[in-house]
Nanobody, 114 residues
Framework: VQLQASGGGLVQAGGSLRLSCAAS????????MAWYRQNPGNQREMVAI???????TYADSVKGRFTISSDNAKTIVYLQMNSMKPEDTAVYYC?????????WGEGTQVTVSS
């Protein structure tokens, strides 16, 4: 399974971006899809997770600002990011967990200017 993320870019503080991540094929039985982010020298951190059943989990730092959603028919996961802050700057990676393995996209850069 290959994951292709898109939607990153440069935005001013307070602005919004929407990330998308599509799997190369439809997978109905995945466990969860998620977004992580990472800056150089730091560990990759979880941003938001959505299970196949629709349950969501968010990092405390993004609660109330970011929303994760999915289109199970197409195996696409979205991350709507509002009220963005400079500390949201990072490379964002999508992730899919399935019984066959743990899959990662290549990452998309998000930069928030102050």
């Amino acid at each position: 399974v290959q994951l292709q993320a898109s939607g990153g870019g440069l935005v001013q503080a307070g602005g919004s971006l929407r990330l998308s991540c599509a799997a190369s094929r439809t997978i109905f039985s995945y466990n969860s899809m998620a977004w992580y982010r990472q800056n150089p020298g730091n560990q990759r951190e979880m941003v938001a997770i959505i299970t196949n059943g629709g349950s969501t989990t968010y990092a405390d730092s993004v609660k109330g600002r970011f929303t994760i959603s999915s289109d199970n028919a197409k195996t696409i996961v979205y991350l709507q990011m509002n009220s963005m802050k400079p500390e949201d700057t990072a490379v964002y990676y999508c992730n899919l967990k399935h019984v066959s393995g743990n899959y990662w996209g290549e990452g998309t850069q998000v930069t928030v200017s102050s």
